[in-house]
């Protein structure tokens, strides 16, 4: 491809340069965003992949075997236009010495990079560069048992992003080993999975009792529906702690829903429901950001809809998902935390 071909930081840049146009067009294409999603994040992966070739020429070969980490939306596929960085380092040695010395410069270079090809630095520093997410095995395990042990609001806050990792590049097999340990570990703590469980309820979907929708102000103060807050993440967040007691090391919701309903640790019609809900509120935001993207001269990319521009169908549709929404908390709160 023409990123694997580009011998500089400046051609990775020029080629960035295309992503708005290729979003153009796979929004004219009439394809799918789940689709849209999973192409946009390929590219980014490749973008990744060859800024840590690019880099490893400047520092010479790495002095351990490594692996490179996303975190959140890019790692289940799922992301929006407006999506940050969230990355890490998994070291197959202790990170001190010439080891963090290392993965220090090539962590700075790929994520400076990254920022030059339009993926914004992570506000909460969950990148590479944080040197309490470029670790080893150990060190890593040893992250998420704290959490497993003391889940507290922070621990479980952290739970929402680091559960959700993907590779981009590096080695597989010390990857796989990690996951499986971690995912195996989380569903034999069944008090961490009740504080996820209710973690998960914090936030509700704006339907009111007679089915109205709720609308809350914007930076703008303009009314309208957080499309991920209130709608993608609630699927997500539910879908997640169904997935670890199950022990499902897949990260994708689509992805996750399907092998909950495949070992039948769910119900094959809330699996049906949640994933049809799921798609419906990703395909809205989708066409909002793609709205949004042809508006140069607003140039804001956010997730929040104005439910006055759908149709009456769409509305009726968008109450439906945010009534599966509901229903699937109260499902998760009867599973995880009826004993409280």
């Not at 410069?105 to 339009?118: P, T, Y």
């Not at 590096?170 to 996951?179: E, I, M, R, W, Y």
């Amino acid at each position: 491809t023409d990123i694997e071909r580009q011998s500089d930081l400046e051609g990775l840049v020029r080629c960035s340069q295309q992503i708005p146009r290729l979003t153009h067009i796979l929004g004219l294409q009439g394809v799918l965003a789940h689709e849209a999603a999973h192409i946009l994040a390929t590219v980014m992966d490749a973008l990744t992949e060859r800024l840590i070739a690019l880099s490893m020429m400047t520092l010479g070969p790495a002095p351990c075997a490594f692996s490179w980490l996303v975190f959140g939306s890019f790692a289940r596929q799922d992301q929006g236009l407006n999506a940050d960085q969230d990355n890490g380092l998994l070291l197959a040695e202790p990170p001190v010495g010439e080891v963090v010395h290392y993965f220090s410069q090539l962590a700075h270079q790929v994520c400076d990079g990254l920022a030059r090809c339009g993926l914004p630095y992570c506000s909460g520093n969950i990148m590479a560069t944080n040197p309490d997410l470029c670790l080893d095995k150990p060190g890593w395990l040893a992250r998420f048992r704290r959490w497993f042990q003391a889940p507290t609001p922070e621990a479980l806050l952290s739970a929402t992003v680091f559960f959700d990792v993907r590779l981009v590049a590096g080695c597989q097999a010390s990857f796989d080993g990690l996951v499986e340990t971690v995912v195996t570990e989380a569903a034999s703590h069944p008090l961490f999975l009740m504080h996820l469980a209710q973690t998960a309820q914090q936030r509700r979907a704006p339907l009111g009792l007679f089915k109205n929708l709720i609308l809350e102000a914007n930076g703008q103060q303009q009314p309208g529906l957080d499309l991920k807050t209130r709608g993608m993440s609630l699927i997500t967040d539910l879908v997640r702690v169904y997935a670890l007691e199950a022990g499902v090391t897949c990260v994708g919701t689509r992805q996750r829903l399907r092998e909950l309903e495949a070992s039948g640790a769910m119900d094959r019609r809330q699996c049906r429901n949640l994933q049809d809900a799921f798609d419906l509120l990703a395909q809205l935001r989708w066409d909002l950001h793609l709205r949004q993207q042809g508006e140069a001269s607003k140039g804001i990319i956010n997730n929040h809809l104005d439910p006055s521009t759908l149709s009456g169908l769409q509305r009726h549709q968008l109450k439906e998902c945010f009534a599966v929404i509901n229903e699937g908390q109260r499902l998760l709160d009867y599973r995880f935390c009826r004993h409280l």
